[in-house]
């Protein structure tokens, strides 16, 4: 059988037999996985973009045998969140509002880079329960009701910026069940049964209010 030399990572050659020709990408993943020195030999010609994140996210010091251009914007939105140090390969401009709400949520870092009109309101709302320091950049108009709730009950602190008729019954329901302390603001005539039914078994204090 055919040898092929190989360097290990202590320096030293080693003959391997041939690869068999029928393995595809997850084959030599598995064995750089063990191997790390296989990758002179491995066909990276063979790896398209997913194969690339899954690789990437763990074994990072594969990234000079990388054809980035393989990558799409959601192989790029995973794979920045724990290897930042990618950045400048990727084509920011092609990511959308919902790859700029995963990235920033866990490196912040890229907020220079962001074209913020992308982010639509569930995206906004996202990204500002557990990055609040980006408010002053957020299209306030563009939150609905939903994003309102799931945003107010991590960060009630906007509170100020909410435009309260974009409140449903179920959205309240929903909200005060979670944060009673906003019920000052609630039109209580919004509510319908199912509503009411919800809120009362989290807050019964409420049913004084209930027509």
């Known amino acids: ?23 595809g990408p997850s084959d030599w993943m598995e064995q750089l996985d063990a191997h790390p020195e296989y990758a002179s030999v491995c066909p990276w010609h063979l790896f398209g973009g997913m194969d690339w994140f899954m690789l990437l996210w763990e074994h990072p010091q594969f990234a000079e ?15 920045l969140q724990k290897q930042p140090q990618f950045g400048d390969h990727c084509g920011w401009n092609k990511l959308e509002g919902y790859h700029w709400s995963m990235i920033l949520k866990e490196q912040p870092q890229f907020a220079d880079r962001c074209d913020w009109s992308k982010l639509d309101g569930g995206e906004w709302s996202d990204l500002l329960q557990k990055r609040p320091q980006f408010a002053d950049k957020c ?13 107010l009950k991590k960060q009630p ?25 906003f019920a000052d603001r609630c039109d209580w005539n919004k509510l319908d049964g199912d509503d009411w039914e919800y809120l009362l078994e989290e807050q019964p204090q409420f049913a004084k209010y209930r027509k």
Not at 1 to 7: D, G, H, P, S, W
Not at 144 to 149: I, K, L
């Open 1 to 23: 059988m055919k040898q092929t030399m190989v360097q290990s990572m202590t320096g030293t050659s080693s003959p391997l037999p041939e690869f068999p020709k029928w393995w």
């Open 139 to 151: 299209n306030w108009s563009k939150l609905d009701g939903e994003d309102w709730v799931d945003l």
């Open 157 to 181: 602190q906007f509170a100020d910026q909410c435009d309260w008729s974009q409140l449903v019954g179920v959205n309240w329901s929903t909200l005060l069940a979670f944060c009673p302390e």
């Open 65 to 79: 045998k990388c054809d980035w251009s393989k990558l799409e914007e959601w192989h790029w939105a995973k794979i």
